[in-house]
C-alpha cells in the first residue's frame, strides 16, 4: 500500500526555518516525480515545488517560494524533504507532499498533511 | 502564475449531472493535455479524480469524466451522489514547466 507521512510542522516565528519531511513506504520512491503543495487555511490549493524522479535533477518553484524553499530527495531513505527559509506570515498552511503516480503530470498520491504556522 | 479560473461553487440534485469548467491560457490548459481534477472532503487530503485530461484512475467511478476544448477544461459529475458533496481542483501543467491550481469548486448536493 502507497503511504506517504508528512513531519516537521509547527509554529515558527516570521524569518525562521523549518524542515519538513515526507517519508514513503510502500512504493519505489526513486521512480516517481514528486511535488510540494500547499494549502493556507480555508484557502485554495497552491503548487509549491517539484522535483524529477531518480537523481531529482530537475527542480522547479513557484515565485512565491522561489530562493527561500528547496526541495530534496534522498531515495536511499524513501524520504523528500522541504527546506524553508525566510518564512512569511503568508506561508502558513498546511503542506502536502504529492507524487506523479500516472503521467507525472499529476498528484496521484497525496500524504495527510503537516501544518506550517508563521506567528510571533 | 495566476491560478486558473473555476466557478465559485455548483449545485445539483441527486441523480443530475453537473459539470465544473476550469479556464487558463494557451500557456497551460491549452497548450497540453496534462490537467487533472481533484476531489477534497473537509479536513482530508485531496484525492485523484482525472487525470491528463479525461482518464481515470482506478477506483474513481466512471460518473466523473473529463474533457478539454480550447482554453478551458471540464470535469463532468453524472448521476450525482450526496457523497459526491466536496471541494474541486483543476491543475495543470504550464509553459513554464511549473504546475498551476485552479481556485476551487465548491459542490454541493441539494
Given at each position: 500500500e502507497v503511504q506517504l507521512v508528512e513531519s516537521g510542522g509547527g509554529l515558527v516565528q516570521p524569518g525562521g526555518s523549518l524542515r519538513l519531511s515526507c517519508a514513503a513506504s510502500?512504493?519505489?520512491?526513486?521512480?516517481y516525480e514528486v511535488n510540494w503543495v500547499r494549502q493556507a487555511p480555508g484557502k485554495g490549493l497552491e503548487w509549491v515545488s517539484y522535483m524529477s524522479s531518480s537523481t531529482g535533477r530537475t527542480i522547479y518553484y513557484a515565485d512565491s517560494v522561489k530562493g527561500r524553499f528547496t526541495i530534496s530527495r534522498d531515495n536511499a531513505k524513501n524520504s523528500l524533504y522541504l527546506q524553508m527559509n525566510s518564512?512569511?506570515?503568508?506561508?502558513?498552511a498546511v503542506y502536502y507532499c504529492a507524487l506523479?503516480?500516472?503521467?507525472?503530470?499529476?498528484?496521484g498520491y497525496w500524504g495527510q498533511g503537516t501544518l506550517v504556522t508563521v506567528s510571533s | 502564475q495566476s491560478a486558473l479560473t473555476q466557478p465559485a461553487s455548483v449545485s445539483g440534485s441527486p441523480g443530475q449531472s453537473i459539470t465544473i469548467s476550469c479556464t487558463g491560457t494557451s500557456s497551460d490548459v491549452g497548450g497540453y493535455n496534462y490537467v487533472s481534477w481533484y476531489q477534497q472532503h473537509p479536513g482530508k487530503a485531496p484525492k485523484l479524480?482525472?487525470?491528463?485530461?479525461?482518464n481515470r484512475p482506478s477506483g474513481v467511478p466512471d460518473r466523473f469524466s473529463g474533457s478539454k476544448s480550447g482554453n478551458t477544461a471540464s470535469l463532468t459529475i453524472s448521476?450525482?451522489?450526496?457523497?459526491?458533496e466536496a471541494d474541486y481542483y483543476c491543475s495543470s501543467y504550464t509553459s513554464s514547466s511549473t504546475r498551476v491550481f485552479g481556485g476551487g469548486t465548491k459542490l454541493t448536493v441539494l
Open positions: 510502500g512504493f519505489t520512491f526513486s521512480s518564512l512569511r506570515a503568508e506561508d502558513t506523479g503516480a500516472y503521467s507525472g503530470y499529476d498528484f | 479524480m482525472i487525470y491528463d485530461v479525461s448521476g450525482l451522489q450526496a457523497e459526491d
